[in-house]
């Protein structure tokens, strides 16, 4: 939850929850005390998690592209298995998603960790979102820096990329990357 700001036209002190400005206090000590009983405010829902995992599957899959579905689908049932369908959202914690890589996830790269973690983060942030719960039991979960991913393009590559170019400008800006020496290129690979 973002800390509070100041609202000349109204004197008081505001947060975003839930999407909208909420109105803390005109003081500015109280505005921060109340803040922090909102962060701190427990959930309250009775809601087992594996339900919450196949309502945010579903949004994603009306939602978002099939790779995208399928990259969450990926992580979210082996997760759903751990757990079982028993934990409600307002046991979960952050511990269970610890446990949950511990065993399925020893040894993998750093960006397989981040990324399952991210996914059931994610569908915990979705949840506050769409105002199934107040707010996520994951926040401050702790993940892995994901690394870097170098790429060299063969000469054979950068001919195939010259003849797909769908114009001049294009063909050009390929052709300066090549003689620039730019055959590596360094990205992060991320689903989003």
Request: aromatic share 10%; glycine share 6%.
């Amino acid at each position: 939850m973002r800390k509070p700001f100041f609202k000349k036209t109204h004197k008081a002190w505001y947060v975003w929850h839930n999407g909208k400005p909420f109105r803390l206090a005109a003081n500015k000590e109280e505005a921060f005390r109340k803040w922090a009983g909102l962060q701190t405010a427990p959930v309250t829902t009775s809601l087992p998690v594996v339900q919450l995992l196949d309502r945010f599957l579903d949004w994603v899959q009306s939602n978002r592209s099939a790779r995208t579905y399928e990259w969450y689908q990926r992580h979210l049932e082996p997760f759903a298995q751990h757990i079982g369908g028993k934990l409600t959202i307002g046991q979960l914690k952050p511990h269970h998603v610890t446990t949950w890589i511990a065993e399925r996830h020893a040894g993998n790269a750093n960006n397989t960790v981040q990324g399952a973690m991210r996914s059931v983060q994610r569908a915990c942030n979705w949840a506050v979102k769409e105002g199934y719960i107040d707010r996520s039991p994951l926040t401050g979960l702790e993940k892995p820096q994901p690394t870097s991913r170098e790429v060299t393009i063969s000469p054979v590559d950068w001919e195939k990329m010259l003849q797909m170019a769908t114009d001049e400008p294009e063909r050009d800006l390929l052709t300066v990357m090549r003689e620039r020496n730019c055959a590596e290129i360094s990205c992060r690979i991320g689903v989003g």
